[in-house]
């Protein structure tokens, strides 16, 4: 069985200011770890990926992610927040040969300006 | 990336009616896709994945006569929602599997039954 825990609920932070938001994992085998952000009645967004390579991998937005094999983790972050990265954020996990996706309780994230 | 289109994006039906939903994949070929329901502030909870020209694979405790879903193409599937009731409102998502690694999702379908 795979799964995602996403340890907070919510995070806030102020403009400006480095924005991190946890992620831990459970798979067998070779991980595929996603981060999604999801913005009001809306479907979810693609922002990075780790299939292999470096463990520091770099996305959309300015958002990157580390992944930590020893402490099977995938922390998200953005070294300045803006305002709009206020949304809600899902960790998600498969696999290696498996399509289906597990994810996380989702973060929301505000950023205060 | 590849891009996946929901329709409708809100629908608003009287209980016991059936609701369709479309998940079009618009410049790719899928030939998996998944769908998916979403509680207010809560995770995202796989109901079935749909195979293109075979049957869909229901998750454990996810109606098949109540929600059914049709793959006839490669570029659509179908969840129709059948005799609603108030309890099936939800936010409905589809995503489509593609050549890479992740998921591309629809915008997503927010059902009101009264």
């Known amino acids: 069985a795979q799964s995602v825990a996403q340890p907070e609920d919510q995070v806030n932070v102020a403009e400006g200011n480095p924005l991190t938001v946890k992620c831990t994992y459970s798979?067998?085998?070779?991980?595929?770890l996603f981060w999604y952000v999801q913005y009001p009645n809306r479907g979810l967004q693609f922002l990075l990926k780790?299939?292999?390579?470096?463990?520091l991998v770099k996305g959309s937005y300015g958002f990157e992610a580390e992944f930590n094999k020893s402490q099977t983790s995938f922390h998200l972050k953005k070294p300045s927040a803006l305002v709009s990265d206020s949304a809600l954020y899902f960790c998600?996990?498969?696999?290696?040969?498996?399509?289906?996706?597990?994810f996380g309780a989702g973060t929301t994230v505000t950023v205060r300006a | 990336g590849a891009v996946v289109s929901q329709h409708p994006s809100w629908v608003i039906c009287k209980s016991g009616t059936s609701v369709k939903i479309e998940c079009r994949s618009l410049?790719?070929?899928?030939?998996?896709m998944f769908w998916y329901r979403q509680f207010p502030k809560q995770s995202l909870m796989l109901m079935a994945t749909?195979?293109?020209?075979?049957?869909?694979?229901?998750e454990q405790g996810v109606e098949k006569d109540k929600f059914l879903i049709n793959h006839a193409s490669l570029t659509l599937s179908t969840l129709t929602v059948t005799s609603a009731h108030p309890e099936d409102s939800s936010f409905y998502i589809c995503?489509?599997?593609?050549?890479?690694?992740?998921?591309?999702f629809g915008q997503g379908t927010r059902l009101t039954v009264v």
């Open positions: 995503s489509a599997r593609t050549g890479v690694p992740e998921a591309f």
């Open positions: 798979v067998s085998g070779n991980p595929y």
């Open positions: 780790y299939i292999t390579g470096d463990n």
């Open positions: 998600a996990v498969r696999g290696s040969n498996d399509y289906k996706l597990s």
């Open positions: 410049d790719f070929q899928a030939t998996t």
């Open positions: 749909s195979n293109e020209g075979s049957k869909a694979t229901y």
